[in-house]
């Protein structure tokens, strides 16, 4: 999220901001954060998990959506745009305008040096209110690294980590696999600064 919020906003007003707004912005709890633009290899990455995850869905079940469309968390809470989503069965909207999704399956999120510990932390922790969502997918840029997190019973999440180009990831809820190594393929990786301890 941005430095420069601007503060005290209800849900209406950002919409409304928003919509007409050049650059896209999140919004949470009355503040709304202007959003930095992605890198190359941020780009790249998320274009190559979307070629093979529409690849895999082409019966129809479910939809690989891009970053255009908006996420509501919760009406008063979060509205956000993640890298990809993958929505099973019918889409739902907040509104007729059909830019605002209410009930992802799968949320995936590329991961980089300024949003890593926003998106392991903040964001995940927004993301289990969502009772639809039944995985978490993070994506290293610095290693051929894919962790899933998949809902299990009781609300508790399990954590699998892909690591390797040998290595193949599993989506349980949507029935498919997509091998690390493709994922990452003709990606020039961004290397971890001097003394960095690899992601968790």
Not at 125 to 134: D, F, H, K, N
Not at 170 to 189: F, M, Q, T
Request: net charge negative.
């Amino acid at each position: 999220m941005s430095a420069q919020p601007i503060p005290g906003l209800t849900p209406e007003q950002y919409l409304e901001i928003e919509r007409a707004a050049e650059f896209k912005s999140e919004y949470y709890c009355g503040t709304m954060y202007a959003m930095a633009g992605g890198t190359y290899i941020h780009s790249l990455i998320i274009a190559r998990i979307n070629g093979l995850l529409f690849q895999r869905l082409e019966d129809g079940r479910c939809s690989v959506l891009n970053s255009d469309l908006r996420l509501r968390v919760s009406r008063e809470g979060l509205y956000t745009y993640p890298d990809l989503t993958v929505v099973c069965g019918p889409p739902q909207f907040a509104d007729d305008e059909k830019d605002i999704l209410l009930i992802p399956s799968v949320i995936v999120e590329v991961l980089s040096k300024s949003t890593e510990a926003h998106d392991r932390g903040f964001k995940f922790a927004q993301y289990r209110r969502l009772q639809s969502l039944q995985e978490y997918v993070l994506v290293s840029q610095t290693e051929m690294r894919v962790e899933n997190y998949l809902r299990r019973p009781a609300g508790k999440w399990e954590l699998t980590d892909f690591a390797g180009p040998d290595a193949v990831c599993r989506l349980e809820s949507l029935g498919c696999e997509i091998a690390v190594g493709d994922i990452y393929r003709n990606v020039p990786l961004e290397a971890e600064a001097p003394g960095a301890s690899p992601a968790l």
